[in-house]
């Protein structure tokens, strides 16, 4: 029953910005760390930034680590994703995840998955 649905994705110019969005239902949100992972076509998914359930604590990969935030709401039981300067190798689908007491990197530390949403950045 636990649901997570990711929305905000779209085409935007390489230096542009986007900001995803992810609505979780279902579950004690504030237990749970969020994170984004991504996947490019015919690549494995790759972490991208990860936030706990307090929300005090973030860690981002090294390639977007000055580039995006995560941040959360747990009154509204969203987690975001707010990227600038965006770039061509950030194109991916982009994927919530959430793993209760999680602050883990990998996708093996998340159990539930939302169903992805596409960003396409053009050169």
């Known amino acids: 029953q636990v649901q997570l649905v990711e929305s905000g994705g779209g085409l935007v110019q390489a230096g542009g910005s986007l900001r995803l969005s992810c609505a979780a239902s279902?579950?004690?949100?504030?237990?749970?760390?969020m994170a984004w992972f991504r996947q490019a076509p015919g690549k494995e998914r790759e972490f991208v930034a990860r936030i706990s359930g307090s929300g005090t604590s973030t860690y981002y990969t090294i390639p977007v680590k000055d580039r995006f935030t995560i941040s959360r709401d747990n009154a509204k039981n969203t987690v975001s994703l707010q990227m600038n300067s965006l770039k061509p190798e950030d194109t991916a689908v982009y994927y919530c995840a959430g793993g209760e007491y999680s602050i883990g990197i990998t996708q093996y530390d998340y159990d539930y998955w939302g169903q992805g949403t596409q960003v396409t950045v053009s050169s």
């Open positions: 279902g579950l004690t949100f504030s237990r749970y760390g």
